[in-house]
């Protein structure tokens, strides 16, 4: 009796294995984000983009999530695509100074007034071809922006530019900390999960952040006071994917790739984040915060003078190193109202 239970028990397994492999997927892709795994980037925009991926393959491709920077730190994300540490991820393109300038363009003041908005200005410009040269190491598949960026502050309250005098501010990209620089601050260099950690440890006096990295990041917890100035800036991203991943790929499943590529997904990641704003600002009127908004935002004739000059002087600066900085702040500029 043992031998044929035996024998039965091995087709058993055998033909176990033989199905697993038969729905095996063809490619395994692994995606890498510096955002919690249980934040509404990673659940709302990446993940989601994953499960499209694999639903419209068939399960043909398989996406390996790696968020919270468990596979590159935040500065990484685009080498790590590039070097095919991983296969595809979101990459902050000021988070590595001087290597996209034409990108953060979108950056300046008054380019984005939201994330949707913001997200429709960015991918036009790179539609359009004139951020090209800063991607031949990678394929993008689309582009985004968060929402407008505030300053928030564990103490003072800033209603002026006088009151950034001497505050140690975290700021995320180069750009911005001109901006802050000029308004008086003190700018500290550091990607946002690094920022509750200085804040805790009063490191930092603020940080300059959209609403939607207040709630993700937790920093609603440790900063009570909060300063709105209307299309002070925003940051750009960009989901990359590894070039000869996608070239190894057949026809049918780069279709996939590309029919998840674009506006369509800009502009979903663009309303996740305006989504998120909304939650982060209600959550700290929740927590009873002290929230100024400066009235006419950038325009306000405390602020425009010195948000003006910064804006020249980064434009100037890519313009003697060759880059057409005017021409696409001009062309981001018609963007933003024809995105409207």
């Not at 994330?115 to 090209?132: F, K, Q, R």
Request: proline share 6%; hydrophobic share 40%.
């Amino acid at each position: 009796m043992k031998k044929p239970l035996l024998t039965a028990a091995l087709s058993l397994t055998l033909g176990l294995l033989i199905q697993g492999h038969a729905h095996a997927a063809d490619y395994t892709l692994r995606f890498s984000h510096q955002f919690p795994a249980v934040s509404g980037p990673h659940k709302a925009l990446a993940q989601k983009w994953a499960d499209t991926i694999e639903a419209e393959s068939d399960g043909r491709i398989e996406v390996d999530m790696y968020p919270s920077s468990t596979l590159a730190k935040p500065p990484a994300q685009y080498d790590a695509v590039k070097n095919r540490i991983a296969d595809v991820a979101i990459a902050i393109q000021g988070y590595t100074a001087n290597r996209f300038p034409l990108t953060q363009i979108v950056e300046l003041p008054g380019i984005a007034h939201n994330a949707t908005h913001g997200s429709c200005v960015l991918e036009g410009l790179y539609e359009e071809g004139l951020l090209d040269s800063e991607y031949k190491d990678t394929k993008p598949l689309f582009m985004f922006t968060h929402g407008p960026g505030h300053i928030h502050t564990t103490e003072k309250l800033v209603k002026e530019p006088a009151d950034l005098q001497g505050l140690r501010i975290r700021r995320p990209t180069a750009v911005v900390a001109k901006l802050l620089e000029g308004l008086g601050a003190q700018p500290v260099g550091m990607p946002a999960p690094e920022a509750y950690q200085s804040v805790q440890r009063g490191v930092i006096d603020g940080v300059s952040l959209p609403w939607e990295g207040q709630l993700v990041f937790r920093i609603n917890e440790l900063t009570p006071k909060h300063t709105e100035v209307g299309g002070l800036y925003t940051l750009s991203f960009t989901v990359v994917m590894n070039k000869s991943v996608y070239n190894g790929m057949p026809a049918d499943l780069q279709a996939v790739i590309d029919r998840n590529s674009g506006t369509t997904w800009s502009q979903k990641a663009g309303q996740v984040f305006d989504d998120l704003d909304q939650k982060g600002r209600e959550q700290a009127v929740s927590l009873g915060h002290e929230i100024y908004t400066v009235e006419g935002g950038i325009d306000n004739p405390e602020w425009k003078p010195v948000l003006d000059k910064a804006t020249e002087e980064y434009l100037a600066e890519l313009e003697a190193k060759g880059l057409p900085a005017n021409e696409v702040y001009l062309r981001a500029q018609e963007l933003a109202i024809s995105c409207h």
